[in-house]
């Protein structure tokens, strides 16, 4: 195969390697677009590979590495002043340090990505960081702030799965039963 000639190619490559679950393959396309992306000026795609290189370190247990991606790439989305972009990466922050245990860590990078997402009206974004949220929330012993926040996120969700709109349906049928509490 003829090596991808443009940034932009090597980045889908990136992402098809990355679906496929080759992560070391993935990891090389995306440090070579961020690379090229860089060298054209494009800060923001150049900061969207840093932070896919995040999210597989993170994958690969490599926390450090991961944290140091994930920071980097927000750092420079600030600096940009791409609030959606800040989000993502700061729930990409969140779900690491979940994985790690470091579950109050999680829950502040999830706020806040939670609130930014609100403040850009991306109400499916939204709604799934508050699911991610609550659950974080649960697991730290705050159950009825956790579940309370569980359920804020699945009445925010525009496109909920199938079981989400099932779960759903239960906390209607419960807030109806207990008369609107």
């Given at each position: 195969?003829?090596?991808?000639?443009?940034?932009?190619?090597?980045?889908e490559e990136g992402l098809r390697l990355f679906q496929e679950g080759l992560y070391e393959e993935a990891a090389a396309r995306f440090g070579q677009a961020q690379e090229m992306?860089?060298?054209?000026?494009?800060e923001v795609e150049a900061a969207e590979m840093v932070n896919n290189?995040?999210?597989?370190?993170?994958?690969?247990?490599?926390?450090?590495?991961?944290?140091?991606?994930?920071?980097?790439?927000?750092?420079a989305f600030v600096r940009?002043?791409?609030?959606?972009?800040e989000a993502q990466t700061l729930g990409n922050l969140g779900g690491l340090y979940a994985s790690k245990g470091e579950r109050d860590k999680a829950k502040e990078c999830l706020?806040?990505?939670a609130?930014?997402?609100?403040?850009l009206g991306d109400v499916q974004h939204q709604g799934e960081t508050l699911l991610a949220l609550g659950?974080?929330?649960?697991?730290?012993?705050?159950?009825?702030?956790?579940?309370?926040t569980y359920e804020a996120g699945l009445q925010t969700l525009q496109k909920p799965t199938v079981s989400q709109?099932?779960?759903r349906g239960l906390f209607n049928l419960r807030a109806r039963l207990l008369g609107g509490r």
């Amino acid at each position: 195969m003829d090596k991808p000639a443009s940034a932009e190619e090597l980045k889908e490559e990136g992402l098809r390697l990355f679906q496929e679950g080759l992560y070391e393959e993935a990891a090389a396309r995306f440090g070579q677009a961020q690379e090229m992306f860089a060298a054209e000026g494009n800060e923001v795609e150049a900061a969207e590979m840093v932070n896919n290189l995040g999210v597989i370190y993170r994958m690969q247990g490599q926390w450090d590495e991961a944290i140091v991606a994930l920071d980097e790439a927000r750092a420079a989305f600030v600096r940009l002043s791409d609030r959606s972009r800040e989000a993502q990466t700061l729930g990409n922050l969140g779900g690491l340090y979940a994985s790690k245990g470091e579950r109050d860590k999680a829950k502040e990078c999830l706020r806040q990505a939670a609130d930014i997402f609100a403040e850009l009206g991306d109400v499916q974004h939204q709604g799934e960081t508050l699911l991610a949220l609550g659950v974080q929330m649960w697991k730290t012993g705050d159950r009825s702030g956790g579940l309370a926040t569980y359920e804020a996120g699945l009445q925010t969700l525009q496109k909920p799965t199938v079981s989400q709109k099932a779960l759903r349906g239960l906390f209607n049928l419960r807030a109806r039963l207990l008369g609107g509490r």
